[in-house]
């Protein structure tokens, strides 16, 4: 019995540390085939999977395999650090605004704590994901705070909803030309003293759940449409893929734009933040910076808060 699980445990931390690199290949080939951008996602939970695959090994005695994993794990931290560093300081006496994205999951229960932590937050730009007439009809509780909202809800597959302290002026509510047809709100706004153009989307899912080919489509349109906005520029949304892979490198160098980066994921919610996937994402340029980055609690939905603070 003991011969069979010590068998059963060194295939585990063999096939562990394989995984591990097959993620760190997809990483590096993401713009090669949809296949290698997949594997890419899981980057951040391999870190930890090849850490237990060593220490497994560790514990088994078995110092070559230990070694491996410690190697592999290194390998992938690495791989993450500058997708997950927080943003360079600026001066401290620079004007700044600040922005919260969250998914809000359509169905989610805890609408008066989504309200609470908006309100608590206190940022100068909400921008909601995935919403609903009912989800709208509660947030509509928040125009004191808020007197500017853009939303598309009821139009086509538009979901997104855009609470304001300064004027939004709608420019564009468009679907992506593929057949998933995904959704694409423009607007100009002034906010700190500096006028950019707001780009806000919840792109399709990743195969299997949609086909292999979709989100690449899209993500080639939609930087094709940043690209096209002269000026400062904030885009934003629920794009279902990490800032490391084709998806959002795609997005960010066709718009002439930058991601922000930062430690932990924004999805699945059930996990631990360093588990989740960061596919919850902001991207600024020319003339806007990150400052900061933060992730917020579950509150009702898959996905959790995410805040940052720009330096224009």
């Known amino acids: 019995m003991t011969k069979v699980f010590t068998s059963a445990v060194r295939f585990a931390v063999l096939a562990a540390l394989g995984a591990v690199l097959g993620v760190l290949i997809g990483v590096a080939g993401a713009s090669l085939h949809w296949t290698f951008d997949f594997a890419a996602q899981f980057l951040l939970p391999s870190i930890f999977v090849a850490a237990g695959a060593g220490l497994a090994a560790l514990l088994l005695r078995?110092?070559?395999?230990?070694?491996?994993?410690?190697?592999?794990?290194?390998?992938?931290?690495?791989?993450?650090?500058?997708?997950?560093?927080?943003?360079?300081?600026?001066?401290?006496?620079?004007?700044r605004f600040s922005v919260l994205l969250f998914n809000i999951y359509y169905n989610n229960g805890?609408?008066?704590?989504?309200?609470?932590?908006?309100?608590?937050?206190?940022?100068?730009?909400?921008?909601?994901?995935?919403?609903?007439?009912?989800?709208?009809?509660?947030?509509?509780?928040?125009?004191?705070?808020?007197?500017?909202?853009l939303d598309c809800i009821g139009s086509g597959r538009c979901d997104i909803m855009v609470l304001s302290r300064?004027?939004?002026?709608?420019?564009?509510?468009?679907?992506?030309?593929?057949?998933?047809?995904?959704?694409?709100?423009?607007?100009?706004?002034?906010?700190?003293?500096?006028?950019?153009?707001?780009?806000?989307?919840?792109?399709?899912?990743?195969?299997?759940?949609?086909?292999?080919?979709?989100?690449?489509?899209?993500?080639?349109?939609?930087?094709?449409?940043?690209?096209s906005a002269s000026g400062a520029k904030l885009v934003l949304g629920d794009f279902n893929g990490a800032p490391w892979g084709y998806v959002m490198q795609t997005i960010a160098k066709r718009g002439g734009v930058r991601l922000l980066t930062g430690a932990g994921g924004t999805w699945p919610s059930a996990?631990?933040?360093?588990?989740?996937?960061?596919?919850?994402?902001?991207?600024?340029?020319?003339?806007?910076?990150?400052?900061?980055?933060?992730?917020?609690?579950?509150?009702?939905?898959?996905?959790?808060?995410?805040?940052?603070?720009?330096?224009?």
């Open 62 to 95: 078995w110092p070559r395999l230990a070694l491996a994993g410690a190697l592999v794990s290194v390998a992938a931290y690495a791989t993450a650090a500058p997708w997950t560093s927080q943003p360079t300081v600026v001066a401290k006496d620079a004007t």
């Open 271 to 312: 996990l631990p933040a360093e588990l989740r996937i960061p596919i919850d994402n902001m991207l600024v340029g020319p003339g806007l910076s990150f400052v900061s980055r933060s992730v917020l609690p579950q509150i009702g939905s898959d996905h959790v808060p995410k805040g940052s603070r720009v330096w224009t």
């Open 110 to 149: 805890q609408l008066d704590a989504v309200r609470e932590m908006v309100e608590r937050t206190n940022a100068d730009m909400v921008v909601l994901v995935e919403m609903t007439e009912r989800t709208r009809r509660k947030m509509q509780e928040l125009i004191a705070k808020y007197p500017y909202r």
């Open 166 to 227: 300064a004027r939004l002026v709608p420019r564009e509510v468009k679907e992506t030309s593929d057949p998933q047809r995904s959704p694409l709100l423009v607007a100009d706004t002034e906010i700190a003293g500096c006028k950019l153009t707001l780009f806000a989307t919840h792109m399709t899912r990743p195969f299997p759940k949609r086909p292999f080919w979709a989100q690449r489509a899209q993500a080639e349109e939609i930087g094709g449409d940043v690209a």
